[in-house]
């Protein structure tokens, strides 16, 4: 092997350790990332929800948002089962 083999072999080990590294410390980052949940973002008022305590239908107890026994995932509580708002789903 000539002189110049040996070098360049050294900057590929380098370069290949470098790149390891920075690929194993950008899974640990990832790694430490959380997905969103409900409770990360603030609930609508009721208010701004256009929440009404008593309908007859489209009830709160018929929504997929609805935490019983009195509470929302997205409108700010105590809610009635009775009630209803804009963020209703089914």
Do not use: H, N
């Not at 070098?7 to 194993?24: P, V």
């Amino acid at each position: 092997m000539a002189a110049g083999d040996k070098e360049g072999s050294g900057i590929y080990r380098r370069q290949f350790l470098r790149c390891g590294l920075t690929g194993t410390l950008t899974a640990l980052a990832g790694l430490a990332v959380r997905p969103a949940r409900a409770q990360d973002f603030p609930k609508a008022t009721k208010e701004q929800a256009s929440y009404q305590d008593r309908v007859d239908s489209q009830t709160c107890a018929q929504c997929t948002l609805f935490l019983p026994p009195d509470d929302c995932k997205v409108v700010q509580g105590p809610v009635s089962e009775t009630g209803t708002c804009v963020y209703f789903t089914q």
